[in-house]
C-alpha cells in the first residue's frame, strides 16, 4: 500500500515539473520562469526523496543536497538577473 502511495506521488511530482515547464516556456514574465525553475528543482529534490524511499537505500542523499544548493544558487543567480540585468557585476577603472 505504502509503495503505491509512493508512486502515485512520483506521478504527481513528474506532472508538476512537466506544468513548470510550460510555464518556463510560455510563462509571461521573467519572474514567473525563475519561479518555475525553483519549483523544478524542489520536485527534483522531492522525486529524489521518494525514490531513495522506494529503492530503501541512501545512496542518493549527496545527490539531494547537491541538486538543493545548485537549485538556491541558480535562484539567487535568476533574481540579480531579473533585478539588475547582469549576474555578474564588474568594477570599471573609468
Not at 512537466?18 to 525563475?34: E, Q, T, W, Y
Amino acid at each position: 500500500m505504502v509503495e503505491k502511495i509512493l508512486l502515485i506521488a512520483l506521478a504527481l511530482f513528474a506532472f508538476s515539473i512537466a506544468l513548470a515547464l510550460f510555464r518556463i516556456i510560455k510563462g509571461p514574465s521573467m519572474p514567473d520562469r525563475a519561479v518555475a525553475l525553483d519549483m523544478i528543482g524542489v520536485n527534483l529534490i522531492s522525486m529524489i526523496a521518494v525514490i531513495s524511499i522506494v529503492l530503501k537505500t541512501k545512496a542518493f542523499l549527496e545527490a539531494i543536497l547537491i541538486l538543493g544548493i545548485l537549485a538556491f544558487i541558480s535562484t539567487i543567480a535568476i533574481s540579480k538577473y531579473v533585478e539588475r540585468g547582469v549576474i555578474v557585476e564588474r568594477k570599471s577603472d573609468d
